[in-house]
């Protein structure tokens, strides 16, 4: 199963989502419809941007450990 975003579609989301708390609207979302905040975050961190690569870099790491695995389990046949 292929992810939605490739891989560097991911950093962007994240930055976009991060960049769009500047505007104030994810606050404005989130006072109107709480879980609105799980997804949208309500306050600009910059420290955010620094950590997201660091993240996905692990994440990326962690799948393609987990897809190794599950390759070796369950070989390709035919």
Same mark, same amino acid.
């Given at each position: 199963?292929?992810? &939605?975003? +490739?891989?560097?579609d991911r950093g962007g989301v994240c930055v976009a989502v991060e960049l769009f708390q500047l505007t104030g609207v994810p606050?404005?979302? +989130? &006072? &109107? @419809?709480?879980p609105a905040m799980l997804v949208l975050g309500?306050? @600009?961190?910059a420290r955010d941007l620094a950590v997201y690569p660091s993240a996905?870099?692990?994440l990326v790491v962690l799948d393609a450990? &987990?897809?190794r695995r599950?390759?070796?389990r369950h070989p390709?046949? +035919?």
């Open positions: 199963m292929r992810s &939605a975003l +490739g891989r560097r606050q404005t979302v +989130g &006072a &109107a @419809f709480p309500t306050v @600009f961190d996905i870099a692990v450990l &987990a897809r599950s390759a070796s390709r046949t +035919g």
